[in-house]
């Protein structure tokens, strides 16, 4: 059933909609190589990076669009791409 | 840890890979936090949002139409004031009532009514996200599609070097209406964008911050150079970063040595048709506009 | 407490003793008076809320729509091009659910210019999902702006509502008008207090999505079906109000006057009725089916009223232009099979409907073999 | 019912005549309507206003053609407008003037303007000309003309006016007589 006028009641459902299929690359993180200044945190438009329970910042595949935003603005390349293969 | 944790756009919208609107609404509400009620002109970021029964966004949200952002923005704040003095909701909590539109829908259509809730003093915060075109329907020029950008309506062709007009220069536009707190901001420097967000919010009456948003479908470059183009925006001065509080004018950021236009316009496909001698000129009438503001 | 007041003065008191809490207004002749009135009433603090004075009849809607939707009490006043100018948004604000009631002081349109009244301003907003009410005096006005909140706020209708009354015929005109006690009425209406749609940080949804195509086609019917509702909750409200107040207007969607023994009915909307009743008073066998609410089309009532009519003459002040009717006209011309059903243009852009024009329109539908459209006391 | 046309020009207040008789037929208990003629007329051009006094609920929604009674608040409108249009063979006319004017009515006539120049200090002829339609029709009384200005204008104005009502009510009673 559709809501009245349309309304949606749950905040943020739109992560049911795994948007890491639209991929090319895939950027990959290296933790040992990270300085944690956040740059890749805060530049990514899916908020798909964020800190884990250690303090290491981790990408989310579920939502990762493959940008690599975050691979052109690490400032010391922790992150690299690699080609999506199925 | 230099940025706040909360996150109050959800992943999963459709914007496209690499798109700096998402970027800058997430920076947007790291800083306004969950008491925040945000409007949405009809624009990119409302559609890529909001398909139904999907939404990104976990703070109140609403769009109503193109052009009224200003009216449903100052609707919601007059809502909230009566409710806290008739009804007691809200009591001791502030809410920031904030409208986030595109250019399209801000310099052009939604112009009348912005400039009315500017004028009225409501209380409300309005960022421009700025992609110097209609990108929802497919790149048509904006009043704030900047001089020789091609368009699907200004294309460059055998006679034409695109758009033909300056950008139109919204902040200035609404430092005029006397509004306490206007600035720009760039999606590249997160940091003073913040800074400012914040700021507004904690100043009384209407706010207005314009930022720059590179967008890689419409302006042409790579997904991952959305924060490197908008950086050589605000590098080459052509997108200076200031803030203008209660009429005082103060530039945000000073580039050590402006860098030549020319890097900016090479890095994007929507300048493509320049010669030397037309990013030359461009060169001139960017010295010229950062001399007016001492850059 | 009776006062003689204009009828824009009269919906601004049912504005007042609604306690209604965001008001935004743009002004336009011949509502403006509604909302001088309502900034007085303000300025001596004798109705707390807050007062958009927004730039444009389109930002006023909008204004209204952001107020709605966070969940207060709202109103503005409109009339002809400033109405057409909120076209869109009317759309939005039904579409939303939002209860927004105003007061459309009905006008011309242009071109040419013309500030006096017909109905074609708000009949050209009869489907943009907005209940539609046509007041036939001034003290009509007063309680269908109260009648309207009751209404719009009903938890099976949700759906804006238009109040309509004729520019100066009634706007300008003063005449007795019972007012009546606040405490009642801000009993009988309450707090506006949605369940559906309201901002709120504490419950953060989210209102005015993308309607995708496969939600789109159902929040329109959903819009039809609390129409559908509409139609007994204003029965219903017309009783309540009466019980209360002791006034009612018909059965709230129709009035029937004269129509025991009626061979020939007219059918008409707004002011014009007073004058027909004081004309066939004075006749035989001719009756009044007066249509209050537009929308909901009241069809059922229609069929009931119009069964026995022999002659039916619809006057509409509007004309849907390369169909030589008015939206009455057709509209009746569609509930009823088989009858002979005239059409009376009358009214356009100020023209007076007088006594003799009333009569004219009787005779003539008496006469007429088939039907007809006939423009009333217009030139060549 | 008895219906009354007001002649004046823009800015003269007809509108406001119109309407204080209204007020004034509804607090002598009788039901009644007033509405103006509106134009595109400014200040100055010949306006018209309507009342309309009953004993019963008024429902009638079109203008006076055939009125009891015309109030001409500005005796130069005779040059410019048939103020006698409609005007029903034994209905009465009220007119400021400061001669003996004779027409095929019943005619009153009255300086409205030299009371209003004596009691307000300006030619605003409105509340003395509903004051002296009171006196020559005796349709309303003098007190209800006078709470109904009293309610229309706030303070000193209201007196001035209620004044200039009475004035001239009485001017006519003392010309033509109860």
Not at chain 2, 249 to 255: A, E, G, H, V
Not at chain 4, 51 to 68: F, G, N, S, V
Request: glycine share 8%; hydrophobic share 40%; charged share 25%.
């Amino acid at each position: 059933m559709v809501n009245i006028a349309a309304i949606i009641y749950e905040p943020g459902n739109s992560v049911r909609n795994k948007t890491g299929g639209w991929r090319t690359f895939r950027p990959i993180l290296d933790i040992k190589k990270c300085i944690k200044c956040e740059k890749c945190y805060i530049f990514c438009p899916e908020g798909a990076i964020q800190e884990d329970i250690d303090g290491n910042f981790i990408i989310d595949y579920d939502y990762c669009k493959g940008c690599l935003i975050c691979e052109h603005e690490c400032p010391v390349k922790a992150i690299t791409r690699v080609r999506e293969e199925k | 840890m230099q940025y706040p944790r909360i996150e109050l756009f959800a992943p999963g919208h459709r914007g496209c890979a690499g798109c700096g609107a998402a970027i800058i609404v997430r920076q947007i509400l790291k800083v306004a936090g969950k008491d925040t009620i945000v409007t949405t002109p009809t624009g990119c970021l409302e559609v890529f949002s909001t398909p139904y029964p999907e939404t990104s966004w976990k703070v109140p949200w609403i769009h109503v139409a193109f052009e009224c952002a200003g009216a449903v923005a100052s609707g919601i704040e007059s809502a909230i004031k009566v409710l806290k003095r008739k009804r007691g909701k809200f009591k001791d909590r502030k809410i920031n009532v904030i409208a986030i539109g595109g250019d399209g829908g801000t310099a052009d259509i939604g112009f009348q009514s912005l400039s009315g809730a500017m004028e009225r003093g409501h209380n409300i915060l309005y960022i421009m996200y700025d992609n110097e075109a209609y990108m929802n329907t497919g790149i048509q020029r904006s009043s704030a599609t900047p001089l020789y950008a091609s368009t699907t309506t200004t294309p460059a062709g055998k006679i034409s070097k695109g758009e033909d007009r300056p950008k139109k220069d919204m902040a200035m536009i609404m430092a005029a209406h006397g509004v306490p707190y206007v600035a720009t901001a760039c999606v590249s420097y997160p940091d003073d964008l913040m800074r400012k967000v914040k700021k507004a919010l904690s100043i009384e009456g209407p706010k207005f911050i314009h930022v720059l948003q590179p967008c890689t479908t419409g302006w042409g470059f790579p997904p991952e150079k959305t924060i490197e183009i908008g950086r050589l925006a605000v590098e080459t001065g052509v997108f200076p970063l200031y803030e203008i509080e209660y009429g005082e004018f103060r530039l945000t950021y000073r580039p050590a040595k402006r860098k030549p236009v020319k890097e900016y316009i090479r890095a994007q496909k929507r300048y493509r048709h320049l010669t030397d001698e037309d990013i030359e000129r461009l060169q001139k009438y960017i010295d010229e506009k950062c001399k007016l503001l001492g850059l | 407490m009776k006062k003689v007041i204009t009828g824009t003065s009269a919906a601004a008191e049912a504005v007042r003793l609604a306690d209604v809490d965001v008001i935004a207004a743009y002004p336009i002749t011949p509502q403006t008076t509604c909302v001088e009135k309502l900034a007085e009433f303000i300025a001596n603090g004798e109705l707390d809320a807050e007062y958009i004075k927004v730039e444009s009849e389109h930002s006023a809607m909008a204004a209204c729509i952001g107020a709605a939707a966070t969940g207060v009490r709202t109103f503005t006043a409109t009339a002809s091009q400033g109405l057409a100018l909120m076209h869109e948004l009317l759309f939005i604000a039904a579409g939303m659910r939002l209860p927004i009631v105003m007061l459309v002081a009905n006008r011309a349109l242009s071109a040419p210019i013309n500030i006096w009244c017909d109905h074609q301003d708000s009949i050209s907003q009869r489907d943009t999902g907005w209940i539609q009410i046509y007041a036939e005096s001034n003290q009509e006005t007063l309680d269908s702006v109260i009648q309207a909140y009751k209404i719009a706020e009903n938890e099976n209708v949700l759906l804006p509502v238009m109040v309509c009354i004729d520019g100066f015929i009634l706007t300008h005109t003063v005449e007795p008008v019972e007012i009546p006690d606040e405490k009642k009425v801000r009993e009988y209406l309450g707090v506006y207090e949605p369940k559906h749609a309201y901002l709120d940080p504490d419950r953060p949804i989210t209102q005015g999505p993308v309607g995708v195509p496969e939600c789109y086609m159902e929040t329109r019917k959903q819009i039809e079906k609390a129409m559908e509702n509409a139609k007994k909750v204003i029965k219903d409200v017309n009783e309540e109000y009466y019980n209360i107040f002791g006034r009612k207007y018909g059965n709230g969607l129709v009035e029937a006057y004269n129509l025991e023994n009626a061979d020939t009915v007219l059918v008409a909307m707004g002011s014009v009725c007073g004058t027909i009743k004081d004309v066939i008073d004075k006749m035989e066998n001719v009756g009044l089916l007066r249509v209050r609410c537009f929308r909901p089309f009241p069809k059922e009532d229609i069929r009931k009223f119009l069964e026995n009519a022999e002659n039916i003459a619809v006057i509409d002040k509007n004309i849907s232009l390369g169909f030589n009717k008015g939206a009455l006209g057709i509209e009746i011309s569609s509930v009823l099979k088989n009858k002979k059903i005239c059409n009376y243009i009358a009214g356009l852009g100020g023209r007076d409907v007088r006594i003799e024009d009333i009569k004219f329109i009787i005779d003539h539908v008496r006469k007429a073999d088939d039907d007809e459209t006939v423009w009333v006391n217009c030139k060549e | 019912m008895i219906e009354i046309r007001f002649h004046g020009r823009g800015g003269q207040g007809a509108v406001t005549a119109a309407r204080i008789l209204a007020k004034a037929a509804f607090y002598d208990g009788k039901y009644c309507q007033a509405f103006p003629f509106f134009g595109v007329e400014r200040r100055g051009a010949p306006v018209k206003a309507f009342t309309r006094i009953d004993d019963k609920p008024i429902r009638l929604r079109c203008q006076i053609y055939e009125p009891d009674y015309i109030v001409v608040q500005d005796s130069t409108l005779l040059d410019v407008v048939n103020v006698f249009e409609g005007l029903k063979k034994d209905g009465a006319v009220i007119i400021n003037t400061v001669k003996d004017m004779e027409f095929d009515y019943k005619t009153y006539c009255i300086d409205a303007t030299g009371i209003a120049l004596e009691v307000l200090g300006v030619p605003i002829v409105n509340t003395a000309m509903v004051g002296a339609f009171a006196g020559a029709t005796k349709l309303v009384s003098l007190e209800s003309i006078k709470k109904a200005i009293l309610e229309t204008f706030s303070g000193k104005l209201g007196e001035k006016n209620a004044l200039a009502a009475e004035k001239a009510y009485n001017e006519i009673i003392k010309k033509y007589g109860e």
